[in-house]
């Protein structure tokens, strides 16, 4: 299931930098984007490379015990 997940971010994040510039017809410009990115591209293609990357990391239990906190010393 883990797999079919990171295949999915990974397809979606492929078709927001395939499409960025019909997204881009839709949104319009982003005022944060270009003051802080240099432009609405920039921070849509950001986007699909962080939606591949989560779904490349995803399978292999990078996101995993994110609500446990480490122990320094396990009693038995």
């Known amino acids: 299931m883990k797999l079919l997940i990171g295949l999915i971010l990974i397809a979606f994040g492929t078709a927001i930098i395939y499409y960025r510039f019909k997204i881009y017809d839709i949104t319009g410009e982003w005022n944060w984007a270009s003051l802080y990115l240099g432009n609405t591209m920039n921070a849509i293609v950001l986007m699909g490379m962080i939606l591949i ?4 990391a ?15 010393v396990q009693k038995p």
Do not use: E, R, W
Not at 53 to 56: T, V
């Open 53 to 56: 990357g989560i779904g490349a």
């Open 58 to 72: 995803y399978p292999f239990g990078a996101f995993d015990d994110f609500n446990t906190v480490p122990t320094a």
